[in-house]
């Protein structure tokens, strides 16, 4: 059973930094894309950055370039995103979900998200 | 950038036909993507390259894409239906996952 577990949420100031990880199994994670979509409160679903299988190509979002750094660690199974420069409009619920296989394929499995506040 | 235009709510009776589109210019030329949301939960992938359906999903789930709109259309609606349902490409253009901006789907 494919499981995806978000973890390192929370409340943060503005300006601050927060690392997310995501915890994959069930699968053969060094084979299939993986990305973070964002929800706002009471919004649509938002991209925010996708990695290839090897972690050799990273996408992201224009409202996150240069401030969030998508990664990978296929040694332990896990997907990460470095947030620098936190706004208070990055305030979401942020999803980890896998791709059908690459980064240009759907994804069809997400966990169940986790909560980032920013505010002072 | 790409951008997908939706109704921003659909209402349907019980027992009827839903159709939900999905507007991008020549949107009929990259391979469309549904995915329904229930409150609460993450996201649900229900039609895949304009009209595949993933294990598990109803075949009351069907799509098609063509010219400038794809369709999602759900038949014999019923209550557990209601949610919210997302359309979703990726821009070759800009390298980016573009999603809809999301129709809220009510069961009358």
């Known amino acids: 059973e494919v499981q995806l577990w978000e973890s390192g949420g929370g409340l943060v100031q503005p300006g601050g930094s927060l690392r997310l990880s995501c915890a994959a199994s069930?699968?053969?994670?060094?084979?299939?894309?993986m990305n973070w979509v964002r929800q706002s409160p009471g919004k649509g679903l938002e991209w925010v950055s996708g990695?290839?299988?090897?972690?050799?190509?990273?996408y992201s979002a224009d409202s996150v370039k240069g401030r969030f750094t998508i990664s990978r660690d296929n040694s332990k199974n896990t997907l990460f995103l470095q947030m620098n420069s936190l706004r208070a409009e990055d305030t979401a619920v942020y999803y980890c979900?896998?791709?059908?296989?690459?980064?240009?394929?759907?994804?069809?499995?997400w966990g169940q998200g986790i909560l980032v506040t920013v505010s002072s | 950038s790409y951008v997908l235009t939706q109704p921003p709510s659909v209402s349907v009776a019980p027992g009827k036909t839903a159709t939900i589109t999905c507007g991008g210019n020549n949107i009929g030329s990259k391979s469309v993507h549904w995915y329904q949301q229930k409150p609460g939960q993450a996201p649900l992938l229900v039609i895949f390259d304009d009209s595949d359906r993933p294990s598990g999903i109803p075949e009351r789930f069907s799509g098609s894409n063509a010219g400038n709109t794809a369709t999602l259309t759900i038949s014999r609606v019923e209550a557990g239906d209601e949610a919210d349902f997302y359309c979703q490409v990726w821009d070759t253009t800009s390298d980016h996952c573009v999603f809809g901006g999301g129709t809220k789907l009510t069961v009358l």
């Open positions: 979900a896998k791709h059908r296989a690459a980064v240009t394929y759907p994804s069809d499995y």
């Open positions: 990695i290839s299988a090897s972690g050799g190509a990273t």
């Open positions: 069930g699968f053969t994670f060094n084979t299939f894309a």
